[in-house]
């Protein structure tokens, strides 16, 4: 069982990138996937969470940032635009099945994939 984030790297302000969270083992449809991000010297975060046809997000990055899931390619997407240097972090998927009231809670997460990092220059 694994779970495998990419997509990261260095990008202007105002920029985009999209991330990948692909997963292996186990099929990502039958679970909720959360992206949680950290900041240099700063606690992880949750950012966005996808589980079914539902959706949610952190108000800092609602209408930026946009989840969505390929079941075909066993793999869920973190498209992020607009980027601003306070995006820097490194970025993790995580896979388990927190209801949406609780989904930026890490300890229901079963599954976590390695940090991808995401640098934003002014």
Known sequence: VQL?????????????????CAASGFHLGDYGI?????A???????????RGGSTSYASSVKGRFTISRDNAKNTVYLHMNSLKPED??????A??????????????????????LVTVSS
């Open 34 to 38: 959360g992206w949680f991000r950290q």
């Open 40 to 50: 240099p010297g700063k606690e992880r975060e949750g950012v966005s969470y996808i």
């Open 4 to 20: 495998q984030a990419s997509g990261g790297g260095l990008v202007q302000a105002g920029g985009s990138l999209r991330l990948s």
């Open 95 to 116: 896979a388990g099945r927190p209801v949406f009231s609780a989904w930026f809670t890490e300890s229901l997460y079963y599954y976590w994939g390695q940090g991808t």
């Open 88 to 93: 820097t972090a490194a970025y993790y998927c």
